[in-house]
C-alpha cells in the first residue's frame, strides 16, 4: 500500500503488520547534509554515497534500526572539499570510518510519524539527536521514512571553519527505505 499523506497512516496496523526484520535498501535511501558558507551566502550541499543497515519490529510494535554511513564516502562534488571533510577537521574517518544513526524504541504517533530514542555518532562523539521520523511510502515489504534534523558541528567536533564563514550548524536530511528480510 502507497501511502499519499502520511497523515491518513495507520501506523499502528503497518506496524503490527511489519513485526520482523528488515535490512536498509541502499538504492532507496540516501543521506544528505546542507551548511550555510560565506556567511550565509552559499550552502554546501553534500551527501554520503556508501550507506547500510536494518531495522527490527518487535511483536509488541516497537521499531528499531541503524543505519552505518561509510565517513569516507562524503561526496559534496568537490574532491578538494571531500578530502577535507574526510579529515580529523571534520568527521576524521581514518580512525572513524563509521558513521552512524541508532533509532530504538520508536512507536507510533500521530500522523504518520515515530517517536523515540535517536542517536547519532560521528567523528567519536554520540549524541542524541531531535528528530521526528515520517513515514512517507509503504507496503507490505518496503517501508520509506524520512527525517530531517539541525546537528550542531561543535558537539562532534567539527569546529573547523575559517573567520567563522560555516554556520555552526548543519541540516542533515535522512530518506531510509527498508524492506523486509
Do not use: Y
Amino acid at each position: 500500500m502507497t501511502v499519499p499523506d502520511s497523515t491518513s497512516v495507520d501506523l499502528p496496523a503497518l506496524i503490527r503488520d511489519g513485526s520482523g526484520a528488515w535490512k536498509l535498501d541502499p538504492a532507496g535511501s540516501s543521506v544528505e547534509f546542507h551548511v550555510k558558507h560565506f556567511w550565509g551566502l552559499m550552502t554546501v550541499h553534500g551527501r554520503f554515497d556508501t550507506l547500510s543497515g536494518e531495522g527490527q519490529v518487535d511483536p509488541a510494535g516497537t521499531v528499531s534500526g541503524q543505519i552505518r554511513i561509510a565517513a569516507d564516502s562524503v561526496n559534496t562534488k568537490n574532491k578538494k572539499r571531500d578530502q577535507h571533510l574526510r579529515s580529523d577537521d571534520f568527521f576524521d574517518a581514518e580512525p572513524h570510518p563509521t558513521v552512524t544513526i541508532e533509532a530504538t524504541g520508536l512507536t507510533p504517533a500521530q500522523g504518520g510519524e515515530l517517536r523515540g530514542s535517536v542517536t547519532f555518532d560521528a567523528a567519536g562523539h554520540q549524541k542524541p539527536l531531535d528528530t521526528v521520523i515520517r513515514v512517507v511510502d509503504a507496503s507490505a515489504d518496503a517501508v520509506t521514512v524520512r527525517a530531517e534534523a539541525d546537528v550542531e558541528r561543535a558537539a562532534f567536533g567539527m569546529t573547523w571553519g575559517p573567520l567563522h564563514m560555516t554556520a555552526p550548524t548543519a541540516h542533515a536530511v535522512v530518506t531510509a527505505r527498508f524492506v523486509r528480510s
